[in-house]
């Protein structure tokens, strides 16, 4: 895990855990504190679900780079190779 993963893991982490306690602290009901956490969670879970999506898609992506730079350096060497034997 990078530092930079480890970062915005964090950061999600202590709004996380800033939110809740402050649902826990409000003068609510503990049925509407408890929907309140519930929705809350949800929305951070497919606010997480998209960001890792889109982490994934440009893994994906930088990897169909390198394969690609990858293949013409080979064939840049292979023909290097072959204009000087």
């Known amino acids: 895990m990078t530092s930079t993963s ?3 893991l964090g950061i999600v982490g ?4 800033g939110v809740v306690i402050g649902l826990l602290l409000a003068p ?4 509407e504190t408890r929907r309140k956490i519930g929705r809350t969670a949800g929305e951070w879970a ?15 992506e930088m990897t169909a780079k390198v394969k690609g730079a ?16």
């Open 6 to 8: 480890k970062l915005i």
């Open 14 to 17: 202590a709004a996380a855990a």
């Open 28 to 31: 609510d009901k503990g049925s």
């Open 46 to 60: 497919n606010s997480l679900g998209h960001i890792f999506d889109n982490g994934k898609h440009a893994v994906e």
């Open 70 to 85: 990858k293949t013409t350096a080979e064939e840049k060497a292979s023909r290097a190779r072959e204009s000087f034997s």
